[in-house]
Structures are given as C-alpha cells and as structure tokens.
C-alpha cells in the first residue's frame, strides 16, 4: 500500500516558475515507476513527466521536456516536479502516481498502469 500526497501548486503568472512536490508513504522498490499527470478541465489526464524509484531512468512527455524536470529524493522518499517557464495552457490538477507492477518503458506513458494516485494539487498560470 502507498499513499501519494501532493503540494506545491498555486497560482502564478506566466513565465515564472513552481516547484510540485510528492510525499509517499508505503513500500517503494527500486524499479517502481513514479509519474506525474496533470488533468485540465474537460481534458483526459495527460502524462508530463516520470521516474524509476532507483533513479535509472527518466521519461518526460516531449511537448514539456526543456521546461520541467522530475527528480526524487530517496531519503525523504518524496519525488519533484520543477515546472519552468510556466504558460497558461499549463493549468491544470496535477497528481502524482506510482505504477507498482512489473516497468514496461512502453506503458509510462499511459494512467492506467499506475495503481495508486494522490488527490492531485491544483496549479493556476494566469496571463
């Protein structure tokens, strides 16, 4: 079992910058993948960015790379989203979410494999 729990979001102007959090409790193994997805109103949940609990491997959505980074820290057990260069076509609830099944680099991507999710912190960029 792994509770996920967000925060860090807001609102801010475009240009500037946020920094999403992730606290998780709970069992978490190395090849465990953890993601952020973001969900804007009226759209499907769409994947930005994610990790191997390990540190191995990174996977970013390709509209967003250059802009925002994904990082963990293991000692804390909380994994970060720096969000750069924010535009306003970035708000959005984001949420974090761990995927605890066997890693398919084919299925990052994708919301369905990931089993456990946070209730997601909102993030507002005005223009």
């Known amino acids: 079992q792994v509770q996920l729990v967000e925060s860090g979001g807001g609102l801010v102007q475009a240009g500037g910058s946020l920094r999403l959090s992730c606290a998780a409790s709970g069992r978490l193994l190395g090849s465990n993948v953890v993601a952020w997805f973001r969900q804007a109103l009226g759209k499907e949940r769409e994947f930005v960015a994610a990790?191997?609990?390990?540190?191995?491997?990174?996977y970013y959505a390709d509209s967003l790379k250059g802009r925002f980074t994904i990082s963990r820290d293991s000692a804390k057990k909380s994994i970060h989203l720096q969000m750069n260069t924010l535009r306003p076509s970035d708000t959005a609830v984001y949420y974090c979410a761990v995927d605890t099944s066997t890693p398919d680099s084919r299925r990052v991507r994708l919301p369905f494999p990931y089993d456990y999710w946070g209730q997601g912190t909102r993030v507002t960029v005005s223009s």
């Open positions: 990790l191997t609990w390990n540190g191995d491997n990174t």
